[in-house]
């Protein structure tokens, strides 16, 4: 079996891969002389293919002369950079499992998550004694003192089963979990893009979203490298992204909701946006009326995709379908199945069921929670059908149960975030004594009052769907992608007197 060229950019086909590494040493027998990686987070540094290729198994050799073994954890903690990069393809080529940790996160989950895993080797620092884990600098300096340059080159282990990254999630049970992503998963999300043909080896893709999150890790860092592409490396809270845009001559944009919304507030958005051909949001859910007014101001439409770590992390997309509102996250991705519930209605809301050669094969470590045995896993979210097109409504698990009736907060949240003066709204469910939830809206918004609010919803919203409680707060706890921490408002519910 074959993969089709066009997952990186071409005519001819190449090898079906084992392992996600090969795609760096494939890029360097195509194109040795041209750009792989530019970094921008510390001054400005370019990497070809041959000298990706050549640093990738320098670092591979020097963590197995560091006497790491097949399937051993190595954990990477530290911002979007080239040595990032390096380090990611070199444990994979060397047989290991790699353990993205968000580099903001608490010291506590830090060292719960280098623990559960059981890594042996971290690239990057964090603040706590870890007598069992061998530590590597995630610098350029780092990287060069562990660097063996190999007599032979180092042959990437040839099994796609084998377990590659270690991703922790929240899952569909609230409980964060490490969910194993085999090399087979992530080589078939990047075939699955590929085969849509939206990235290819001349376009630069701006990576602004974070290589810990799946998506940034497979869907931007992945999907370029199989395409041959030229990925362009920026730290989003330090750099300029309009400058970038301009001097890198970035095509393809995949960025979160919450870069886009900043974006649209800066007077240097421009119709057309530079170079840019293609725009993509993922991360976290896309506002429809964000969406259209990025098009109206740039004449660009925002690409979406709707996916889960479980999924590495593709399960639908936009590309060559017609935006058709609210909800609407396109279509299954080539060679990735969807049903509703149980299948017999599938344009009345329900449960979303994914099955695809993408999926994780459960969470760590004995693989409990995965898919079952024929294939389907149920992904937590809400949604429904028609024709082709998933309209994705809420995540299972935030349904809020009103008396009996069921209330899914992204509709509350759709007619609040209508009111002229609203920026942001999360809604969740507040447990009530005798059983059952009530609905409580957080509302960021200059001039917004609360009565205002009460009004709009008493007149869109049947009455066990109105918010019992609304809050106005100056922002609200989002994570690294810009996705908002609903968990952490559900805590505050919690805080005794917080309710009265």
Request: hydrophobic share 45%; aromatic share 6%.
């Given at each position: 079996m074959?993969?089709?060229?066009?997952?990186v950019g071409?005519?001819e086909s190449?090898?079906?891969?084992?392992?996600v590494?090969?795609?760096?040493?494939?890029?360097?027998?195509?194109r040795?002389?041209?750009?792989?990686l530019?970094?921008?987070?510390?001054?400005?540094?370019?990497?070809?293919?041959?000298?990706?290729?050549?640093?990738?198994?320098?670092?591979a050799a020097?963590?197995?002369?560091?006497?790491?073994?097949?399937?051993?954890?190595?954990a990477?903690?530290?911002p979007?950079?080239?040595e990032?990069?390096?380090?990611?393809?070199a444990?994979?080529?060397?047989?290991?499992?790699?353990v993205?940790?968000?580099?903001?996160?608490?010291?506590?989950e830090?060292?719960r998550?280098?623990?559960?895993?059981?890594?042996?080797?971290?690239?990057g620092?964090v603040?706590h004694?870890?007598p069992?884990v061998?530590?590597?600098?995630?610098?350029?300096?780092?990287?060069?003192?562990?660097?063996?340059?190999?007599?032979?080159?180092?042959?990437?282990?040839?099994?796609r089963?084998?377990?590659?990254?270690?991703?922790?999630?929240a899952g569909?049970s609230?409980?964060?979990?490490?969910?194993?992503?085999?090399?087979?998963?992530?080589l078939?999300?990047?075939?699955?893009?590929?085969?849509?043909?939206?990235?290819?080896?001349?376009?630069r893709?701006l990576?602004?979203?974070p290589?810990?999150?799946?998506?940034?890790?497979?869907?931007?860092?992945g999907?370029?490298?199989?395409?041959?592409a030229?990925l362009v490396?920026m730290?989003?809270?330090?750099g300029d992204?309009f400058?970038?845009?301009?001097?890198?001559?970035?095509?393809n944009?995949?960025?979160?909701?919450?870069?886009?919304?900043?974006?649209?507030?800066?007077d240097?958005?421009?119709?057309?946006?530079?170079?840019?051909?293609?725009?993509v949001?993922?991360a976290?859910p896309?506002?429809?009326?964000?969406?259209a007014?990025?098009?109206?101001?740039?004449?660009l439409?925002?690409?979406?995709?709707?996916?889960?770590?479980?999924a590495?992390?593709?399960?639908?997309?936009?590309?060559g379908?017609e935006?058709?509102?609210?909800?609407?996250v396109?279509?299954?991705?080539?060679?990735?199945?969807?049903r509703?519930?149980?299948?017999?209605?599938e344009?009345?809301?329900?449960?979303?069921?994914?099955?695809g050669?993408?999926?994780?094969?459960?969470?760590?470590?004995?693989?409990?929670g995965?898919?079952?045995?024929?294939?389907?896993?149920?992904?937590g979210?809400?949604?429904?059908?028609?024709?082709?097109d998933l309209?994705?409504v809420?995540?299972?698990?935030?349904l809020?149960l009103?008396?009996?009736?069921n209330?899914?907060?992204?509709?509350?949240e759709?007619v609040?975030?209508?009111v002229p003066?609203?920026?942001?709204?999360?809604?969740?469910?507040?447990p009530?004594?005798g059983?059952g939830?009530?609905?409580v809206?957080?509302?960021?918004?200059?001039?917004?009052t609360?009565?205002?609010?009460?009004d709009?919803?008493?007149q869109?919203?049947?009455p066990?769907?109105r918010?019992?409680?609304?809050?106005?707060?100056?922002?609200l706890?989002?994570?690294?992608?810009?996705?908002?921490?609903?968990?952490?408002?559900?805590?505050?519910?919690?805080?005794?007197?917080?309710?009265d």
């Amino acid at each position: 079996m074959t993969m089709e060229r066009g997952a990186v950019g071409a005519s001819e086909s190449v090898p079906d891969f084992t392992n996600v590494a090969q795609l760096v040493g494939w890029n360097a027998e195509l194109r040795p002389a041209e750009t792989a990686l530019v970094d921008l987070t510390a001054g400005r540094r370019v990497l070809t293919w041959a000298e990706l290729d050549r640093r990738v198994s320098a670092v591979a050799a020097g963590l197995a002369a560091r006497g790491l073994v097949a399937s051993h954890r190595v954990a990477v903690c530290g911002p979007n950079s080239l040595e990032y990069v390096v380090a990611y393809f070199a444990a994979l080529r060397a047989g290991f499992v790699v353990v993205p940790i968000n580099p903001e996160a608490g010291l506590d989950e830090k060292v719960r998550m280098i623990a559960d895993s059981g890594a042996r080797l971290l690239f990057g620092s964090v603040d706590h004694e870890l007598p069992e884990v061998r530590r590597v600098a995630l610098t350029e300096q780092g990287l060069a003192e562990l660097e063996v340059r190999p007599g032979d080159l180092v042959v990437s282990p040839q099994d796609r089963e084998a377990l590659a990254v270690l991703l922790y999630t929240a899952g569909t049970s609230g409980e964060p979990k490490g969910a194993m992503l085999t090399h087979r998963a992530l080589l078939a999300h990047v075939h699955q893009i590929g085969r849509l043909q939206v990235v290819s080896s001349s376009d630069r893709v701006l990576a602004l979203l974070p290589l810990f999150h799946v998506f940034g890790l497979n869907a931007v860092l992945g999907v370029s490298v199989s395409a041959g592409a030229t990925l362009v490396i920026m730290d989003a809270s330090a750099g300029d992204v309009f400058a970038a845009i301009r001097d890198e001559q970035i095509t393809n944009l995949p960025l979160a909701p919450s870069a886009l919304y900043r974006m649209l507030q800066s007077d240097e958005l421009v119709s057309p946006l530079g170079s840019v051909r293609t725009v993509v949001s993922g991360a976290a859910p896309l506002p429809a009326a964000l969406a259209a007014e990025f098009q109206r101001r740039t004449g660009l439409k925002v690409e979406q995709g709707y996916g889960l770590t479980e999924a590495g992390p593709g399960v639908a997309t936009t590309f060559g379908v017609e935006l058709l509102g609210a909800g609407h996250v396109g279509r299954p991705l080539p060679g990735v199945e969807v049903r509703i519930g149980d299948g017999r209605d599938e344009t009345e809301p329900g449960e979303i069921w994914i099955r695809g050669d993408n999926l994780f094969s459960g969470y760590w470590p004995d693989g409990q929670g995965g898919p079952g045995r024929d294939g389907w896993f149920a992904t937590g979210d809400v949604g429904y059908r028609t024709g082709e097109d998933l309209f994705l409504v809420d995540r299972a698990r935030e349904l809020i149960l009103v008396s009996g009736f069921n209330v899914y907060p992204a509709e509350v949240e759709g007619v609040i975030a209508a009111v002229p003066g609203v920026d942001s709204v999360a809604v969740v469910g507040q447990p009530v004594i005798g059983g059952g939830e009530r609905v409580v809206a957080f509302v960021v918004g200059a001039g917004v009052t609360i009565e205002q609010l009460r009004d709009h919803c008493a007149q869109r919203l049947a009455p066990f769907k109105r918010p019992s409680e609304i809050r106005l707060v100056d922002e609200l706890p989002r994570g690294a992608t810009g996705k908002v921490r609903k968990g952490a408002l559900r805590q505050l519910l919690a805080v005794p007197g917080a309710d009265d």
